[in-house]
């Protein structure tokens, strides 16, 4: 069973660049317990998945159309820009802003939030683990 384990942080660590803090890393392992109750197939996070939830257009809590792109852009090393309220968003790739991804409850606070925005309900905790997934590793 160790090995195991072991086995799998290693795929997981060649798979994908960015190292997050062991705080972040223990939310991400509760994060795909949870999802795996719910979906008992899944193995891992998935950074296509996390694309698609990112980038798809959806009717938002205001009725428009609105995506992640939409405040965040797709460069993630740049400056967003806030729909609502105009306000410049630092970037979210914490490889361009060591401050990402760092704080679970700052992470927490907003998916919930940004979920809320564009898909008018929570992040399930798949959809929130495939979404950091694409955010944390994307070039
Ligand atoms: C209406 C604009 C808007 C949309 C749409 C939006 N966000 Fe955000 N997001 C923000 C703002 C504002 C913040 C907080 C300000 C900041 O941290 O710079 C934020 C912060 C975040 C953070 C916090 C990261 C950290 O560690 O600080 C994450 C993660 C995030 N957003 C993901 C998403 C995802 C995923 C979506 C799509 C489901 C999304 N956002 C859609 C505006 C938006």
């Known amino acids: ?3 195991v384990v ?3 942080s290693m ?3 060649l798979t994908y660049a960015y190292t997050l803090n062991p705080q972040m890393q223990e939310f991400m392992g509760t994060l795909l317990s949870e999802a795996k109750k719910q979906n008992p197939n899944l193995k891992e996070f998935d950074y296509a998945r996390g694309e698609k939830i990112f980038t798809t257009d959806q009717i938002g809590k205001k009725g428009k159309k609105i995506s992640c792109v939409t405040c965040h852009t797709t460069d993630l090393s740049k400056n967003g820009l806030n729909e609502n309220t105009n306000k410049v968003i630092k970037p979210l790739s914490p490889s361009a802003n060591p401050a990402r991804f760092s704080d679970v409850k700052e992470v927490k606070k907003w998916l919930r939030r940004n979920f809320q925005d564009v898909y008018n309900r929570e992040g399930t905790a798949q959809e929130q683990g495939d ?3 694409y955010i944390i590793n994307k070039k």
Do not use: E, N, P
Request: charged letters at 10%; proline letters at 0%; zero cysteines.
């Open 131 to 133: 979404v950091i997934t």
């Open 11 to 13: 795929v997981a660590s």
């Open 1 to 3: 069973m160790v090995r």
């Open 6 to 8: 072991i086995a799998l």
